[in-house]
């Protein structure tokens, strides 16, 4: 079946560790995108990526980094100096081609600061 | 400046009565539109998505939304609502820019639906 698979499902993170998320789509999709979700702030764009190594900052990048050496996956990385990390994250991709671009999301990782 | 606008953060109907959830957006282009739904710790599904072929879109679970473009809006419907429909509902649009013309999406902030028995 073609989808996005993200993992884990849920991480815990130690003050000052750096932990990355995984999100693997199988739908030959050219961008991907990574959200961060708080309660009642909808979804912000972390980063995204148009192509294989090529990626741009979204409007909350500082302390996550991320990396595309295969268009099939976009794992993104919360370092020690993203200050709040603890919350949802979501994966998604999508085709920008034509009036279409609908995306498909991931079911999501959440993260827990201990 | 933002894009989306759900009119509404929180909705709450009965079950078996009409459903609506309100979207503006703004745009210098013709963007493409969508409804996606999330239901709690769950990933984003798909519900309908405006493609300029029609402007009332019917998608899954019944619902149906209107694009107004002389009003700038996308609003959601339901002519009657489900236990199941309780969940947080995004309008989220691409295109609106020259820099994001080729697909990045914005999200309203969503709204909550609670349905009542």
């Known amino acids: 079946d073609g989808g996005i698979t993200q993992s884990p499902k849920y991480l815990f993170r130690k003050e000052g560790q750096n932990v990355t998320l995984s999100c693997e789509q199988n739908l030959n999709h050219d961008a991907m995108y990574w959200y961060r979700q708080d309660p009642g702030q909808g979804l912000r764009l972390i980063y995204y990526?148009?192509?294989?190594?090529?990626?741009q900052k979204g409007d909350i990048a500082e302390g996550y980094s991320v990396s595309r050496e295969k268009k099939e996956s976009f794992p993104l990385t919360v370092t020690s100096a993203q200050k709040n990390p603890t919350a949802f994250y979501l994966c998604?991709?999508?085709?920008?081609?034509?009036?279409?671009?609908?995306?498909?999301f991931g079911q999501g990782t959440r993260l827990t600061v201990v | 400046a933002q894009s989306v606008t759900q009119l509404d953060s929180h909705v709450s109907v009965s079950e078996g009565t009409p459903v609506l959830l309100r979207c503006n957006y703004s745009?210098?282009?013709?963007?493409?539109l969508f409804w996606y739904v999330q239901h709690p710790n769950k990933g984003l599904q798909l519900l309908l998505k405006y493609t300029s072929a029609a402007t009332l879109v019917k998608g899954i679970n019944g619902f149906e939304a209107e694009f107004k473009k002389s009003e700038t809006s996308f609003h959601l419907t339901k002519p009657s609502a489900h236990m199941s429909d309780a969940a947080e509902y995004f309008c989220?649009?691409?295109?609106?820019?020259?820099?994001?013309?080729?697909?990045?999406?914005?999200f309203g902030a969503g709204t909550q639906v609670v349905v009542t028995p």
């Open positions: 989220v649009v691409s295109g609106t820019t020259a820099t994001d013309s080729w697909g990045k999406l914005q």
């Open positions: 990526s148009q192509i294989v190594n090529d990626f």
């Open positions: 745009s210098s282009y013709s963007p493409s």
């Open positions: 998604a991709s999508s085709t920008p081609l034509g009036d279409s671009t609908e995306a498909f």
